[in-house]
């Protein structure tokens, strides 16, 4: 791309360093703020740089919050004995907005994955034990994506809890609700036999 | 969306605010930047700061520039006797990685467009016809996209030109090189036969 503005070209690599932004994209997104009369972009300059000084993650749950505590572990009227072991922040969003989960979260910052160099240490697992271990919890559930590495995550953390007085469960995997059985996966599909339920168990 | 975090809630709103940019794209970049170690939301904060504060339109060609007159039309070697008119700065930067044309521009910053609301006196047409006044232009290049707005714009400008010792000329419209004449649309197979050239002109 040949530039007539350096002002312009700075623009553009620094959106065109977001995920999913290529450099078509941030420099459409760059002329459109150049010839906007609304201040746009000071408005997004402002929420960026408070959005990189301001948030912090909770320290109970590290959820992204605006305070030291986040909402929902301050929260007295949710259940704080049962604890939504999640990935990440964008999780506990999907979660909230089912509005079928009223307990604790905990956020791990990611899965065990060796082949990204992601181990048990790099997440935030030993604090999760420890809030275990200090409080009276009475189950955990591990709402964590059914891949290998989420698999491994789950199968680890449930190992360091063995001897813990905690039930562990894991959210319910099967076909999608509208799915079609035959465009589902031979995995999904053949697991879902194996772990059938009673028809009235069912909710 | 239901925001454990104020300043996330706000960061994804600005975000949002772009063009193509929906609210789960806003969200999955705030998340981004919220965990970028590398400070990337202070150097986009920055760069558009700047962009707000400081990117002017060249005085001349009404293009994007760093400078009150950019830096095509401080340039001596290129040609100042023939102008290429286009809608807007992105157009420029097209023409330009074409590596075809060493004349100036004029950018319009549109077409005339009545559902829209854009009449003549909101682009910057009378600057052009004050530049082919003053200066001695041998020839203006109509590159303007083959839409009825655009070619509204070209007969307008066309017209005011018409006693002015001018050459107005226009780009060649047709069948895009690569192009299936099977999947070309009626109106530009009809109008690239009507305009159908000699063989050994062509270049």
Do not use: W
């Not at 301050?74 to 989960?101: G, L, P, W, Y």
């Not at 065990?112 to 034990?129: F, Q, R, W």
């Amino acid at each position: 791309m040949q530039f007539s503005s350096k002002i312009l070209e700075d623009a553009v690599m620094a959106l065109s360093g977001l995920p999913g932004i290529g450099k078509k994209t941030a420099l459409r997104l760059a002329l459109h703020l150049s010839a906007d009369k609304h201040q746009k972009s000071l408005k997004i300059a402002e929420a960026l740089t408070v959005l990189h000084n301001d948030i912090k993650t909770c320290k109970k749950c590290f959820n992204l919050s605006d305070t030291e505590v986040c909402g929902i572990c301050q929260n007295d009227s949710r259940r704080h004995k049962i604890i939504c072991v999640v990935e990440s922040a964008r999780d506990v969003m999907a979660i909230e907005e089912t509005n079928q989960f009223n307990g604790m979260y905990h956020v791990l910052g990611g899965v065990i994955s060796p082949l990204e160099g992601i181990g048990p240490n790099d997440l935030n697992i030993d604090a999760l034990i420890s809030r275990i271990q200090t409080k009276e919890i009475d189950e955990i559930i591990m709402a964590i994506s059914p891949t290998i590495e989420g698999e491994t995550t789950i199968y680890y953390i449930s190992k360091l809890l063995k001897e813990a007085p905690v039930k562990v469960s894991v959210i319910a995997r099967g076909i999608s609700f509208g799915g079609e059985l035959e465009y589902a996966d031979e995995l999904t599909l053949g697991r879902s036999i194996m772990a059938r339920l009673p028809y009235h168990a069912e909710i």
